[in-house]
């Protein structure tokens, strides 16, 4: 009898290996496709506009060098390059009228340390040589100081320029030629900057007044000027779906001005 129950169990338990054995080759092993990376998008503004204010920005085809910024008043400024696509002219307009040159010079084939500045001379209708100023640089590649220089090569203000860890401008140290010196100190947030995929903004910013513009990766939160309090700046955005600034609303002396921003994408 006791044979007969041990044969009994054997058989059972050799019929649920059978089964258990046959469920594990007809079960499908599900395979997770990994997710596909995040696409990044990145973009250059074309259009700035407020109360009247517009600004258009136009780029080389293909490309995100800046050719050209105009205004609705009639100012406009062309950036021309030479063969290896480096800044060689600036040129500014008033009503389709040539009045500033900048030419850009490089000390070897890759940087560019010394900009040459031209005004337009209405009694002798020619272009005259108002100074220049010159560019060091850090270990970085980032602008570290510039030299301003008078039409007589004199020189008339030295500017030290500082950066935090992340690549944003942080203090700039004006010293003019009497050793009087002023601080002016920058803070960013964490967004995409404005202006960051433009090519060449550490150079035209010291050409233009446009707070967009200014050399850095994010955008400007606040701007303090030490010695001037009335010139303080502050700066308040509202981001798009990929972290740009799509408005900006810039605060000075109690005044406020809104500024909507439209893009392309590279």
Not at 25 to 50: C, D, H, M, S, W
Not at 79 to 104: F, G, N, W
Not at 232 to 242: G, I, L, P, Q, R
Request: hydrophobic residues 35%; aromatic residues 14%.
């Amino acid at each position: 009898m006791s044979n007969l129950k041990h044969y009994h169990f054997s058989a059972l338990f050799a019929l649920l290996l059978v089964l258990a054995c046959k469920k594990n080759q007809n079960t499908k092993i599900e395979i997770i496709a990994p997710e596909p990376p995040a696409i990044i998008k990145k973009f250059i503004p074309i259009k700035l506009e407020g109360s009247g204010l517009i600004i258009n920005l136009k780029y080389m085809e293909n490309t995100t060098l800046l050719t050209e910024i105009s205004e609705a008043a009639g100012v406009k400024a062309l950036i021309i390059y030479d063969a290896d696509q480096y800044p060689s002219v600036l040129e500014k307009y008033q009503r389709d009228k040539l009045i500033y040159k900048t030419y850009y010079r490089k000390e070897d084939k890759k940087t560019i340390n010394k900009m040459l500045m031209f005004d337009y001379n209405d009694l002798q209708h020619n272009f005259s040589p108002i100074g220049f100023y010159t560019l060091s640089y850090n270990n970085l590649q980032q602008v570290s100081t510039i030299n301003y220089y008078n039409k007589s090569d004199q020189l008339t203000n030295i500017h030290i320029q500082s950066y935090t860890t992340s690549g944003n401008l942080s203090a700039v140290n004006t010293i003019n030629n009497l050793g009087s010196t002023n601080v002016h100190t920058y803070i960013f947030d964490q967004k995409n900057g404005i202006a960051s995929n433009i090519c060449y903004t550490q150079l035209l910013a010291f050409e233009f007044e446009h707070w967009f513009l200014s050399y850095c990766i994010n955008n400007l939160l606040n701007y303090r000027n030490q010695e001037f309090p009335l010139e303080n700046v502050d700066f308040n955005y509202e981001y798009n779906a990929d972290g740009y600034p799509s408005k900006m609303i810039i605060t000075k002396n109690k005044n406020i001005q809104s500024i909507k921003i439209t893009y392309k994408s590279i």
